[in-house]
């Protein structure tokens, strides 16, 4: 009889035991807060290397889980400890530890906009990068200077300008330099695709000189419906072998440019300086969009040779040096005269260049 009591004792004892295990394991696997709290998300960092249970730690603290053994114990049964993926993640507390545990598994980690304008450098790209925390800027240019990766992404050139496709991205923080450029490149690939290719063979180009004169429009333009008409200037001096004389690519050919281009500017020896030499520059002196690229692939039909800004952001086209002296008298030296400002809305501020023909 008195063993048959200890035998349901203890019996009774093993089960409370159970069930407090049991419910104790229930409220650790349980979200930290329930749904109906509408806790708001919080994004926590994974450092490289960091250990699972330096992991559980973090989410604790943070108030994302209710035990650090537990979800170190949950870690374990599914053998996860050295599987957790660095990075940022966004998570809440009404999340389950199952949920959580999964998420850092699978690395699906917070991935932050970045929006690359037209027009924009390969320098001026790597600093938004920087600025955005997303790659390192030094790393960046390094490899967009690197001849072998830069062939290895199937690109025929010295560099990457004019490769790194203007749009919006999304990055985690960090992500490798390579892995950014890679992404850009594979973004230009999709853009420029049959057609465009196809008719730059129709037109006797490499993709190469397509992207080169593509990213003096896109420097030149104010207006941009006026790209047709600016890519017709450009290709008719191509084919007379006139100067493009382009204030851009004197610029981008500057080691140190103060804002202002002066006439001494335009006797630079660079190869970018298109005042010296005929020709398109020898690579693009930015990165083009769309809608630079296909003006320079189908330029409006037009006998125009010049163009001066109206200060207004779009341009006076001419077909020659009589009209175009006309225009370069009302609308640049007249206004200066008057006390005025004269400007060209694509680019930076420049003083009137008193040569006898210039095309911007």
């Known amino acids: 009889m008195r063993l048959r009591l200890i035998l349901t004792v203890l019996i009774l004892a093993v089960a409370l035991v159970g069930l407090a295990a049991y419910q104790m394991i229930r409220w650790a696997e349980a979200p930290a807060v329930p749904e109906s709290a509408h806790p708001?998300?919080?994004?926590?960092?994974?450092?490289?290397?960091?250990?699972?249970?330096q992991v559980a730690?973090?989410?604790?603290?943070?108030?994302?889980?209710?035990?650090?053994?537990a979800f170190v114990l949950l870690g374990k049964a599914q053998t996860a400890e050295r599987k957790i993926l660095p990075g940022e993640y966004e998570l809440h507390a009404a999340m389950a530890p199952q949920d959580i545990l999964a998420k850092l598994l699978t690395g699906r980690v917070v991935l932050h906009p970045v929006t690359i304008p037209e027009g924009y450098t390969m320098a001026q790209i790597a600093d938004v990068l920087a600025q955005q925390r997303i790659a390192d800027r030094v790393e960046?240019?390094?490899?967009?200077?690197?001849?072998?990766?830069v062939q290895s992404l199937g690109i025929s050139a010295e560099t990457l300008e004019g490769y790194?496709?203007?749009?919006?991205?999304?990055?985690?923080?960090?992500?490798?330099a390579k892995e950014v450029a890679r992404a850009m490149v594979a973004r230009f690939g999709q853009v420029f695709g049959d057609e465009l290719r196809a008719r730059a063979e129709e037109l006797h180009l490499t993709v190469h000189h397509v992207v080169t004169l593509a990213s003096v429009i896109e420097k030149e333009t104010g207006a941009g419906n006026e790209r047709p008409q600016i890519s017709s200037v450009f290709h008719?001096?191509?084919k007379k072998r006139i100067p493009l004389q382009s204030d851009p690519t004197v610029i981008y050919g500057l080691t140190n440019f103060d804002g202002n281009l002066h006439k001494k500017d335009l006797s630079h020896p660079s190869p970018y300086n298109t005042y010296r030499w005929t020709g398109l520059p020898p690579g693009p002196i930015a990165s083009p969009g769309l809608d630079s690229i296909r003006a320079a692939l189908y330029p409006a039909p037009s006998a125009?040779?010049?163009?001066?800004?109206?200060?207004?952001?779009?341009?006076?086209?001419?077909?020659?040096?009589?009209?175009h002296n006309k225009a370069v008298e009302k609308y640049q030296k007249r206004p200066f005269r008057?006390?005025?400002h004269s400007h060209v809305d694509s680019g930076p501020l420049m003083p009137v260049i008193e040569k006898e023909v210039h095309p911007s």
Do not use: C, M, W
């Not at 998300?41 to 290397?49: L, P, Q, T």
């Not at 960046?140 to 990766?149: Q, T």
């Not at 790194?164 to 490798?176: A, H, V």
């Open 304 to 323: 125009y040779l010049y163009f001066v800004s109206r200060n207004d952001g779009t341009h006076q086209f001419s077909s020659s040096l009589v009209e």
């Open 236 to 238: 008719n001096r191509l």
């Open 164 to 176: 790194l496709y203007p749009d919006t991205y999304k990055f985690s923080r960090p992500t490798s």
């Open 57 to 69: 730690g973090l989410l604790e603290r943070e108030g994302l889980i209710k035990s650090r053994a």
């Open 338 to 340: 008057r006390g005025g």
């Open 140 to 149: 960046f240019l390094r490899l967009a200077n690197d001849k072998a990766f």
């Open 40 to 53: 708001p998300a919080k994004v926590v960092v994974i450092s490289e290397g960091a250990t699972f249970q």
